[in-house]
C-alpha cells in the first residue's frame, strides 16, 4: 500500500462520523462542521481538551507514516497533540502547538510523552489555517520525525527514539483538540510510505474534494426504491432508508457516471471509492467496489455488509484500467458503483 486514507469531510454528517470512517476514542465532542472547511466546505472540528478520534486499523506496511492536513486552532493551547500516529491505540510519536504557535514533536502523546523536538520558525496564528504534515520513521534509536507547515520544514530530528508502543509499527492516526478550545481539520492525506513516488514521501499542501454521482453508468443493475439509481446515490451526506438501490441478485452492478475533477489541470495523487451500505437481514451477502475504465468493470476486493449502515472505504493510487499513476482525463472518464458478489 501507499495511499492509505482521504477524507474531506465534506459528504456526511456529524451522525455519520461513526459509520466506519472513524473511532470515537473516549471524551467526544467531535462534529462536522459543514461550511467551515478551507473552501467553505466541510471540516472536523474537536471540541474539547478531551475529544479525540481515530481511524480504523489501516493496512498499514512498515515503519514510516506520513500524514497531511489543513489544520486552524481558534486559540493556540499547549497541553495535548493535535495529531497522532498509534499502533492499535498506543501513541507512537505525535505533533503538538505551544502558546507561541510553534509546533513540538513528541514520542508518545504529548500529555505524559518525551518533547523530542520545538520548531522556531513556521509558528501559527490562531483561527488561520495551516497544512501541517508529518513524517515518522518509528526505530526505538534511529527513528526520524519531520514536520512541515504550508510546504516549509519547521523540524527534521533524526537519530531519534521515536517508538512510544510495542513494536516499530503504526495502524492509526488520530485527530484531536490541543486543549479547551476548537480545532479544525481539513483535507486529510494518510500514506505509508511503500510504493512508488510521489506516494511514498510528503506531498505538499493537498486539497480533497468528494465528487458525486451526475447519472446512470453502463450498468444499473440494482432496484431503486425510487427514482433513477443514481438519484438514490447523489446525496452530500447519506440519508438512510429515504433512497437506497437494492438487489438480491449475485452479479449486479450499477456504476455511474462522476463529476469532473474539480480543479483543471492539477495533478491527482489519488482517489477514494467511499460506499455507504447495508444488508436488509441475515444470510449471506458481499459487496464489491467497481471502478469502470474504458468499458471494462474492474471489481475490487469484496466486503461483508451488516446490518447497519456503514462506510466502506477503498483508496486507489493508481487507475486500474491502466494502472498507470491518475491522470485528469482518466478520472473524468471513469464510472463508479458496486457489485454484489455473493
Known amino acids: 500500500m501507499a ?4 477524507d474531506s469531510f465534506d459528504h456526511y454528517a456529524t451522525a455519520d462520523i461513526f459509520l466506519g470512517k472513524w473511532l470515537s476514542a473516549p471524551g467526544g465532542g467531535m462534529t462536522i462542521q459543514p461550511s467551515s472547511g478551507r473552501r467553505g466546505g466541510g471540516a472536523m472540528r474537536s471540541a474539547a481538551f ?24 481558534s486559540t493556540l493551547a499547549t497541553g495535548r497533540d493535535f495529531l497522532r500516529i498509534a499502533l492499535s491505540g498506543a501513541a507512537q510519536a505525535s505533533v503538538a502547538m505551544n502558546t507561541s504557535g510553534f509546533l513540538q514533536a513528541y ?14 520558525t513556521g509558528a501559527l496564528a490562531a483561527n488561520t489555517y495551516y497544512y501541517v504534515e508529518l513524517k515518522v520513521v518509528i526505530h526505538p534509536s534511529t527513528g526520524s520525525i519531520v ?6 520544514e519547521v523540524l527534521n530530528l533524526t537519530g ?3 517508538q512510544g508502543a510495542g513494536s516499530a ?25 511503500a510504493g512508488s513516488a510521489p506516494l511514498n514521501d510528503l506531498l505538499g499542501d493537498c486539497r480533497v474534494d468528494a465528487r458525486y454521482p451526475t447519472g446512470a453508468g453502463a450498468t444499473t443493475g440494482w432496484t ?14 447519506p440519508n438512510g432508508d429515504t433512497d437506497y438501490n437494492s438487489t438480491s441478485t449475485v452479479g449486479a452492478t450499477d456504476t455511474f457516471a462522476m463529476q469532473d475533477a474539480p480543479v483543471p489541470g492539477a495533478l491527482l495523487y489519488g482517489v477514494q471509492l467511499v460506499i455507504n451500505h447495508k444488508k436488509s437481514d441475515a444470510g449471506t451477502c458481499a459487496v ?7 468499458g471494462v468493470d474492474y471489481p475490487g476486493t469484496a466486503f461483508n455488509p451488516s446490518t447497519s449502515y456503514a462506510y466502506r472505504v477503498v483508496p486507489y493510487d493508481t487507475n486500474p484500467g491502466t494502472g498507470a499513476a491518475w491522470t485528469e482525463a482518466g478520472f473524468n472518464a471513469i464510472e463508479a458503483g458496486y457489485k454484489r458478489t455473493a
Open 107 to 120: 514520542r508518545g502523546p504529548a500529555s505524559g510523552g518525551t518533547l523530542l523536538g520545538t520548531a522556531t
Open 147 to 152: 514536520v512541515r507547515v504550508n510546504e516549509a
Open 50 to 73: 478531551n475529544s479525540d478520534m481515530q481511524t480504523p486499523a489501516l493496512p498499514a506496511s512498515g515503519s514510516t507514516a506520513i500524514v497531511g492536513a489543513a489544520v486552524q486552532a
Open 160 to 162: 531519534q527514539n521515536t
Open 224 to 237: 431503486p426504491s425510487t427514482g433513477a439509481n443514481w438519484q438514490n446515490v447523489d446525496d452530500t451526506a
Open 169 to 193: 509499527a503504526w495502524n492509526q492516526v488520530f485527530l484531536n483538540a490541543t486543549s479547551a478550545n476548537f480545532v479544525y481539520f481539513d483535507d486529510l492525506y494518510v500514506l505509508d510510505g
Open 3 to 6: 495511499l492509505l486514507f482521504i
Open 288 to 294: 464489491a467496489p467497481v471502478l469502470r475504465h474504458s
